[in-house]
Nanobody, 115 residues
């Protein structure tokens, strides 16, 4: 059983920074594609950033240059460094892992950016 636990969310002023962490249990981490999604009530969940097992990354256009996804395979943890935060970044952020055609989700952490 794979469990993903997010942390690091909170309230921050516009222009500020936060770092989200997602700790994964189980033995799949190093081979998994890890991602961060976010969701605002009433809207679809959207992909924010993804990092593959080999380290390649991709980002949604709205966060390019401001967010950085990284992973530490020794700690089974993926991070999302968020800088220059904007009120439109306010959302629940979810960690996702894909491994061997299986999809795993964390319970989410709330990020609120005040103007």
């Amino acid at each position: 059983q794979v469990q993903l636990v997010e942390s690091g969310g909170g309230l921050v002023q516009a222009g500020g920074s936060l770092r989200l962490s997602c700790a994964a249990s189980g033995s799949i981490f190093s081979g998994a594609t890890m991602a961060w999604y976010r969701q605002v009530p009433g809207k679809q969940r959207e992909l924010v950033a993804r990092i593959r097992s080999g380290g390649s990354t991709e980002y949604v256009d709205s966060v390019k240059g401001r967010f950085t996804i990284s992973r530490d395979n020794t700690k089974n943890t993926v991070y999302l460094e968020m800088n220059s935060l904007k009120p439109e970044d306010t959302a629940a952020y979810y960690c996702n892992a894909i491994f061997a055609f299986s999809d795993y989700w964390g319970r989410g952490t709330q990020v609120t950016v005040s103007s």
